[in-house]
């Protein structure tokens, strides 16, 4: 699918206008404390001229069929666009957590760390993530790694995901 660039797009936001537009693929979960699961997903970016693109995400658990069992997790934030490339994003999730990433974009890849996490008292406690997206042959690629529930960082979700 053709892609371009806004007209209005600021400048800071160049290294990752590629992001720009509605994207929807399949995913895979994983981690010690839960069992393994296949997920469907939808990533919005949009943009409206200033430094930053709003993001929404929504995902749905799959079976082996690719069929719908049940909708899953859901976020949404502020990918902030820098000088040089610098990223800041803030990001709420309905499972009651909150984050703050700090990261780079460079070419086709983003990589983003966090520095900040809270939580509700309902929540499960995050202590940490890193995500790294990646613009590989016009998919989006990522991969997201967690630190939480005690146990150490490592991968939890990854997914390949077509502009619609």
Same mark, same amino acid.
């Given at each position: 699918?053709?892609?371009?660039?806004?007209?209005?797009?600021?400048?800071?936001?160049?290294?990752?206008?590629?992001?720009?537009?509605?994207?929807?693929?399949? @995913?895979?979960?994983?981690?010690?404390?839960?069992? /393994?699961?296949?997920?469907?997903? #939808? =990533?919005?970016?949009?943009?409206? $001229?200033?430094?930053?693109?709003?993001?929404?995400?929504?995902?749905?658990?799959?079976?082996?069929?690719?069929?719908?069992?049940?909708?899953?997790?859901?976020?949404?934030?502020?990918?902030?666009?820098?000088?040089?490339?610098?990223?800041?994003?803030?990001?709420?999730?309905?499972? @009651?957590?909150?984050?703050?990433?700090?990261?780079? /974009?460079?070419?086709?890849?983003? #990589? =983003?760390?966090?520095?900040?996490? $809270?939580?509700?008292?309902?929540?499960?406690?995050?202590?940490?993530?890193?995500?790294?997206?990646?613009?590989?042959?016009?998919?989006?690629?990522?991969?997201?790694?967690?630190?939480?529930?005690?146990?150490?960082?490592?991968?939890?979700?990854?997914?390949?995901?077509?502009?619609?």
């Amino acid at each position: 699918m053709a892609f371009e660039i806004p007209s209005n797009l600021h400048p800071q936001c160049a290294p990752v206008a590629w992001l720009l537009g509605t994207w929807a693929g399949n @995913g895979h979960g994983d981690y010690p404390t839960i069992d /393994a699961f296949q997920f469907g997903q #939808e =990533l919005v970016f949009q943009q409206d $001229g200033r430094p930053f693109l709003h993001y929404f995400a929504r995902s749905w658990i799959v079976d082996e069929n690719g069929e719908t069992v049940r909708e899953a997790a859901q976020e949404t934030g502020f990918l902030r666009c820098l000088p040089d490339g610098q990223l800041e994003m803030v990001l709420s999730h309905n499972t @009651g957590v909150t984050e703050i990433w700090y990261g780079v /974009a460079e070419g086709g890849k983003i #990589e =983003l760390r966090t520095a900040g996490v $809270g939580f509700t008292q309902t929540a499960k406690e995050v202590a940490g993530g890193h995500r790294l997206y990646g613009n590989v042959e016009g998919d989006l690629l990522y991969a997201y790694d967690m630190e939480a529930v005690g146990q150490e960082l490592q991968p939890h979700l990854w997914a390949r995901l077509q502009r619609q």
